[in-house]
């Protein structure tokens, strides 16, 4: 059982919608990072959320940090194909913080 | 080169043998870490060294073996490989234990 969930899986959209993605689970964390991952290469961390409620923004991509600070969520709006790629959530858990990445959520963006 | 190296980038040997993925970064972190990603399990740490002499296990630690003699190299070795270490292998560093990780790009291993 992972410690953090993501759903989708696997997301197939046209250029120009727009898609959320979540990152959930029973824990709390005292922060969370989210990564993207393209083919051959290590994960590039997109941003990090440490407060409960927090929202960020980067270019097109929104990213909430749920108020319990258990689950989080990416929103990209009008996607292109560059967007393409495995998104990867990351939290910082326990008295050691260890950092527990969940499976990822492979989009694809189609022209 | 300024950043983080994995060496070789892919590697093929068979039950029973031993190998050393290489890790190498340049920016004195004190954090390293060995990841190994499967489908459907996202990464799982393997093990992670808080500075040169200082190891401890991750969630996957069995079959494994880590050293940190100096703060730019983190070596893993497995012992006695076996069919299911066949993954692809990350190694990653960081300045604090929760500061942003830098990826290497990885050592796709195969064990026949």
Known sequence: TQLLEQSPQFLSIQEGENLTVYCNS?????SLQWYRQEPGEGPVLLVTVVTGGEVKKLKRLTFQFGDARKDSSLHIT?????DTGLYLCAGAWGNNNDMRFGA??????KP | DAGITQ???????ETGRQVTLMCH????HSYMFWYRQDLGHGLRLI???AAADITDKGEVPDGYVVSRSKTEN????????TRSQTSVYFCASTRRRTDTQYFG???RLTVL
């Open chain 1, 26 to 30: 029973s824990s709390v964390f005292s």
């Open chain 1, 78 to 82: 009008a996607a292109q194909p560059g």
């Open chain 1, 104 to 109: 990822g959520t492979r989009l694809t963006v």
């Open chain 2, 7 to 13: 060496s070789p980038r892919y590697k093929i040997t």
């Open chain 2, 25 to 28: 970064q340049t920016w004195s």
């Open chain 2, 47 to 49: 093990y992670y060294s």
């Open chain 2, 74 to 81: 983190f070596p893993l070795t497995l012992e006695s490989a």
């Open chain 2, 105 to 107: 790009p990885g050592t």
